[in-house]
């Protein structure tokens, strides 16, 4: 078989796990920042370890995947449609704000982390997490400060050698941009240079617990430290025991890497730019730490389209669990899978699911038959299943768009969805072997189908149109109406609505004929039966509508001759 970028992946890293520390649990991770919603253009930052570390476990290799929760960066701000009064919680680790108003959890950032934690699992992403808050006040990481302040200096030249290269790039992003870019981490924060010299460790204030303390000074011998506080307080504490505190983002992140021996950590566009984070860090472990940098592949933006509409709306950004609302969790890994890290693709809330889901269909198809190319092969089986675990899926599959239509044109009954999609696929015993794919369109129809996309069938005849037609028009109603019962199936209907112009022209109904004019002519006896039936010149494709309209409605409904 050839190997995917996955594989590639995974060579790389059992050999450098093996290299560095054999006989042990190979590692890969990720970093995200539950300081707010997190945003659906974040999951690749878990994804791209996930399949990696997958593809490890598949071959028989023990793999940790770690999600580092930074749950212990400052509150930076308060997000539109929350209570300003959080304005107060600025410059508080994440995990002593209050969750916003009528939250069921503790504080901000498990608000935060629940959704996202729900969502992985639904995806079959296993991890063990890790709360930076837990490992920085329980004092894991209590030796790796100590190293750290001890070798300030030489961190501090370190960092220089990057001030002055990215001092203009990154002075024209705000804090907030800047940290928007690099997703997760503190990436805002100062590196710890301040007019008192410089100090990697940043204390929380003992009095009002906000960052916003500047150490006036560092004794090696004796680990005192002093700090003064933006609100008045100062204190001397000593680092061989204070806890509240922890080391600038750009320190932080090596020391992560050197303490979980970290081999595989990909990281967004940002932070591999000259002067990112990745690139610092990658010597602050080993000048200081003495460790290696992970192997970080850099991964390209994921966009979002046909959200637009709706964020505003619902006053928020696009979550994974938005994704998976409207798509199977097969379908979104797959996403993921088939395009390499350093390509940049989009996850479609709009229109475009329809086409995803085809192409998804049409893989599948080719993977049963056996014709799949050996990547396309590849991407489906990471997308369908894990080293431990099936992805549930959709045990009778109809097309997305035809679900999306009968659901849209059924407008949610459930027996009149069966009687429908029977006409589909008459073995269809309940609904429940349409599901989970069902219940994603039919989320999709009600959530972001704009209502101008709606189809809404007529209720009585356009009475009005049908008095105007020509004796041709009404010749075309006439031939659609006659051959309804021996055309009622989807192949049927398609036949009879390409072959009523033919008819009309002279041609027999399965006639192989495609001129400009008979064209012409469908287009225009296609527009008129979208007039008639949904008040539109458009819809979703006829047959469908047909089927999902019904014999009687039809008739009802174009019935020339009646309604006149
Ligand atoms: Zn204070």
Sequence with gaps: ????????????????????????????????????????GNLREVMTPHLVADEIRRRGHECVHIISWDDFDRFRKVPAGVDPAWNEHIGKPLTTVPAPP?????????????????ALAEMGVEFHGISQTEMYTSGAYREQVLLAMRERRRIDAILDQYRTKKAKAKEVLDADEAAALEGSGA???????????????????????????TVTSYDDETTALSYTCVCGHGETVLL??????????????????????VVFEPSGVDHSSPGSSFVVGGQIIREVFGGQQPIGPMYAFVGISGMAKMSSSKGGVPTPADALSIMEPALLRWLYARRRPNQSFKISFDQEIQRMYDEWDTLTRKVTEGTALPADQSAYRRASSTASAT??????????????????????HEEQTLRILRAF???????????PRLDRARHWVNTYLPAEERTQVRETPDKELLDTLGEAERESLRLLLDGLDDHWSLDGLTTLVYGVPKVLAGLEMDAKAATPELKAAQRAFFALLYRLLVGRDTGPRLPTLLLAVGRDRIRELLDAGRAA
């Design 391 to 412: 992805l549930p899926d959709t045990p009778r599959r109809l097309p997305y768009r035809t679900l999306a239509s009968v659901v849209d044109i059924a407008t949610g």
């Design 102 to 118: 009528g939250s069921e959890y503790p504080n901000w950032a498990e608000h935060f982390k629940a959704p996202m934690i729900a």
């Design 425 to 435: 696929d008459p073995e269809i015993g309940g609904l429940d072997e349409l599901r």
């Design 187 to 213: 990436a805002s924060e100062d590196d710890g240079s301040g007019a008192g010299g410089y100090y990697p460790y940043k204390p929380y204030c003992s009095f009002c617990d906000r960052d916003l303390t």
């Design 1 to 40: 078989m050839d190997a995917d970028w996955v594989a590639r992946f995974a060579d790389e890293v059992i050999a450098e796990a093996e290299r560095r520390a054999p006989g042990k649990p190979v590692v890969c991770a990720s970093g995200l920042s539950p300081s707010g919603p997190i945003h659906l």
């Design 240 to 261: 061989s025991e204070h806890t509240r505190g922890k080391l600038v983002w750009k320190v932080d992140w090596p020391m992560r890497w050197a303490y979980e021996g």
